[in-house]
Structures are given as C-alpha cells and as structure tokens.
C-alpha cells in the first residue's frame, strides 16, 4: 500500500495542509464578518475538515510507527497525534476555552517528526531502524 511505504510524505503534507486550515480560519471568521452575509460560526463541513485531517493524521503516524524502533519517536508521534486530537476535539464541542493558535504546537510536531523520520529512518521493514 501507498500509504505504508511513503506515510511519512503523507504525514507531512497533511499536517501541513491541516495546519494551513487552522491558519486561515480565522481570516475566513473576518472576511466572513465583515460581509454580514450570514452567521458568525464557522459551517459545519469546515468543522468537519479538522475531523478529515485527524483521521487522515491518524493513519499516517500509525504507519509511520510501524516502520521505527526509535521508542521516542513512537511517543512523541503518538503524543502530538493525541494533543492535536484533544485539541480539535474541544475545539469543537467547546469544552473549555483554549487559544486556536494551540492546535499549531501539535501540528508542527507531526510536520516535524514526519521529516525527521523520514530523513533518519529509511527503511521498508521495522527490523532495519535502530
């Protein structure tokens, strides 16, 4: 599969296009306010595109763990993948209030590690990252 040999690639541009999403809200949220045009919250299908990228990230940091034995890259992709999930899930149901500028932190992380274990770990099996 695709995704299994190049999820890091794949990792990486979804993060960045995620993070690209969350950096151009706000300006849509102005744009928006300004025609006074409709409602003051975002529409739901663009709600519903932070859940796309989260299930697109998702698989990627799985695959991406599968190809590395490096025990710390696994926990910092998992813990980037869990913080940007809690994020975007409270972000949603408005749990408590938080910045919109946190889901950046998380979301460099992914784009981050994705690189690094892409350039430091280039491998097709699990057996030759050390």
């Known amino acids: 599969m695709i995704l299994t040999q190049k999820s890091d690639i794949f990792g990486a541009a ?7 999403h969350c950096l151009i809200t ?14 003051s919250t975002a529409p739901t299908w663009w709600k519903m595109v932070d859940l ?8 990627a940091v799985y695959h991406s763990t599968t190809l590395t034995t490096k025990t710390w890259l696994k926990i910092s992709f998992w813990g980037s993948w869990t913080g940007l999930a809690l994020l975007i899930i409270n972000d949603n149901l408005n749990l408590f209030q938080l910045a919109h500028e946190s889901v950046y932190v998380p979301s460099l992380g992914l784009i981050i590690l994705h690189l ?3 350039k430091n770990c280039k491998c097709s099996d699990s057996n030759c990252c050390t």
């Open 14 to 20: 979804a993060s960045t296009i995620c993070l690209i």
């Open 26 to 39: 706000p300006l849509i949220f102005v744009a928006q306010t300004c025609s006074k045009t409709c409602c």
């Open 52 to 59: 796309l990228f989260l299930v697109i990230s998702f698989f």
């Open 116 to 118: 690094y274990n892409r």
